[in-house]
T-cell receptor
């Protein structure tokens, strides 16, 4: 079955810096790669997703890149702000399967 | 807005008790999921369901069962609760696969 590895497990940056979180997946059939943000005490919420027919997607300060050949995808957050502090999860899946999540990255942005 | 609700935010049960966790979604979603979340282990899939009365095992189904008698409701059952089932349980739903999953607020279960 699918296995998703996520790195790093913790990431500390200064406000205004960029943050990058990387994930690798094992099942070449996977074609959907979402990223979820979970603030303390709250439920995970989708922040951006990408499908395998696209190499990069941007939404304001966040972007996701996908390298299908290498089976890895990354989340990029630019100009980080304290409210970006949260746990971020990557996931992978394809039609007919459940999403498999990475173990999460705790991002801390200090001002 | 999609609404996914869970029956309890906090629950304390004793070892050996039968425990029911309920999840309800109001968007006519076909697919529903149960995860448990533990520090350092992320979100691990327990069971999922693609239709009424259908269920599929996830990565960690041992000690759990599920029930989906109606499309909007997906129940997680701990047949005989044990202390290693103390965790945060999250329910999610999605219209199809693979699409955005909408999560419920979670139930923090403590088994003593």
């Amino acid at each position: 079955g699918e296995n998703v590895e996520q790195h790093p497990s913790t990431l500390s940056v200064q406000e205004g810096d960029s943050a990058v979180i990387k994930c690798t997946y094992s099942d070449s059939a996977s074609n959907y790669f979402p990223w979820y943000k979970q603030e303390l005490g709250k439920r995970p919420q989708l922040i951006i997703d990408i499908r395998s027919n696209v190499g990069e997607k941007k939404d304001q300060r966040i972007a996701v890149t996908l390298n299908k050949t290498a089976k890895h995808f990354s989340l990029h957050i630019t100009e980080t702000q304290p409210e970006d502090s949260a746990v971020y999860f990557c996931a992978a899946g394809w039609a007919g399967t459940a999403l498999i999540f990475g173990k999460g990255t705790t991002l801390s942005v200090s001002s | 807005d999609v609404k996914v609700t869970q029956s309890s935010r906090y629950l304390v049960k004793r070892t050996g008790e039968k425990v029911f966790l309920e999840c309800v979604q109001d968007m006519d979603h076909e697919n529903m999921f149960w995860y448990r979340q533990d520090p350092g282990l992320g979100l691990r899939l327990i069971y999922f369901s693609y239709d009424v009365k259908m269920k599929e095992k996830g990565d960690i189904p041992e000690g759990y069962s599920v029930s989906r008698e109606k499309k909007e409701r997906f129940s997680l059952i701990l047949e005989s609760a044990s202390t290693n089932q103390t965790s945060m349980y999250l329910c999610a739903s999605t219209l199809g696969s693979p699409y955005e999953q909408y999560f419920g607020p979670g139930t923090r279960l403590t088994v003593t």
